[in-house]
């Protein structure tokens, strides 16, 4: 998306028809183009003003409040209008047709008012990020999440790291050019690199804490294995409120891997229904089978379910792993002696309150009781760990050059800029902001 001096437009609010569309405008023309609109001068800045929309002939479109943003005290840093109209699609098709008939103002693509507002500084690579996940949040912690990321803590927390490099090469700079003059002590190298070994530190814990944001960001995997007809497919539904899974008294029903997202404790929860294990003949049903424990493996919760009436089997996976052992069909016994976690019935809904407290204690014990700022995207996973081991490759040269332990230094604070957006990104752009709706 190359940068354009055209004026952009489109509907930055919901689905047509609504009560309201908010129609927004940025760019050179748009205070022109607003002046055309409501065939008068301009609204205060920032102030809302009741106008009416006329077309070409002067006719009425409609009467909305109008604001006015000029630059660069806007969302995109460049004059920029916002229309606040009736939500008909006749009533938005005739102000874009308005607006189709000035020179040099066209359509907005996806995301391009973000690349605007991250052009002209109103946002690093990282709020813009974080914008988009705001943006697309289904759960309370996607939320919050999101607000962090958007509220520049992160950011600030980089340049930091990245500035406190840059001082460390600057003192060194300062040893090699003036190593004969008395103003700069013999223990500057010293404090250098115990600078950089006290931040090498603060990056391994940073670094851990980002598991918790992916976790949130991503969803928390849960996998329910078992059998056949222990009631997988039937807690499943249970669980998410609709018919997500075929259920039968035929074995072997389930061949593949379903999927359905929950909101569990305000935590995305993706939950796996998988094929029943068991001793097969059936190729189809053994490639469902060696699905089911993949699924397993990659989860980060599994829910382990075998009939209330029968001794629970054995499951060959990680110790390492979360098991929660569930025992399906309570309701067709008096008393329960089963060993398990949990007893449920998926059909009258005993126990599924308890299943779903049990699943947010595990989400909540891998993400840790406060919420702490950690990387929360591969990208950035990627970048802090080159960091990591540039900042290792320089503490581990002791006794080389200093002018290479410098570089290394630099090639860290690079890999910190990249995240951000302050160094070289213009291959991530593209990518970024095609994640946008049309109006953002």
Not at 84 to 94: L, P, Q, R
Not at 332 to 339: A, K, L, R
């Amino acid at each position: 998306m190359l940068p354009s001096n055209d004026t952009i437009y489109a509907l930055s609010s919901g689905s047509l028809p609504a009560g309201v569309a908010i129609l927004r405008i940025s760019g050179p023309q748009a205070h022109h183009a607003l002046e055309r609109l409501i065939r008068g001068d301009l609204p205060l800045p920032r102030r809302a003003a009741l106008k009416t929309i006329r077309n070409r002939n002067d006719d009425p479109i409609d009467q909305a409040l109008v604001f006015n943003f000029p630059a660069p005290n806007s969302f995109t840093g460049e004059d920029c209008v916002e229309l606040h109209v009736h939500g008909s699609k006749a009533v938005v098709a005739a102000v874009f047709s308005e607006l189709d008939a000035i020179p040099a103002v066209r359509p907005a693509e996806a995301g391009e008012f973000s690349k605007r507002a991250y052009d002209n500084g109103k946002m690093d690579l990282l709020e813009v990020e974080g914008l988009a996940d705001l943006l697309t949040a289904e759960t309370e912690m996607q939320r919050r999440l999101a607000v962090e990321q958007t509220s520049g803590r992160l950011s600030e927390l980089y340049d930091g790291w990245a500035q406190r490099l840059t001082r460390c090469r600057a003192l060194i700079e300062a040893e090699l050019d003036f190593s004969d003059e008395e103003d700069v002590p013999d223990s500057v190298s010293a404090q250098v690199w115990r600078d950089v070994s006290a931040f090498q530190d603060e990056l391994h814990l940073h670094l851990n804490a980002g598991s918790s944001g992916e976790i949130i960001r991503d969803g928390f995997k849960v996998a329910l294995v078992g059998a056949p007809n222990v009631g997988k497919s039937t807690l499943m539904n249970a669980l998410s409120g609709r018919d997500v899974a075929i259920v039968t008294d035929i074995a072997g029903t389930t061949r593949d891997v379903l999927s359905v997202d929950l909101n569990v404790g305000g935590y995305l929860v993706t939950l796996f229904d998988t094929a029943g294990l068991r001793e097969s003949d059936d190729v189809v049903e053994q490639e469902g089978i060696r699905r089911a424990r993949l699924t397993a493996e990659n989860a980060d919760l599994i829910l382990f379910l075998s009939d209330i009436d029968s001794v629970p089997q054995q499951f060959p996976i990680d110790a390492n792993k979360r098991i929660l052992k569930i025992a399906t069909k309570c309701d067709m016994i008096e008393t329960v002696t089963s060993q398990c976690d949990i007893a449920l019935s998926a059909r009258t809904g005993t126990g599924l309150d308890h299943l779903r407290s049990a699943i947010a204690a595990a989400i909540e014990e891998r993400v840790g009781a406060s919420f702490t700022l950690g990387p929360v995207r591969a990208r950035h996973k990627k970048r802090l760990e080159e960091t990591r081991n540039y900042v290792s490759d320089a503490l581990a040269s002791d006794g080389m050059d200093l002018a290479i332990r410098s570089e290394y230094l630099r090639l860290a604070a690079t890999a910190l800029g990249r995240i951000t957006g302050r160094v070289d990104v213009e291959d991530l752009l593209g990518v970024i902001f095609s994640e946008f709706c049309v109006g953002k």
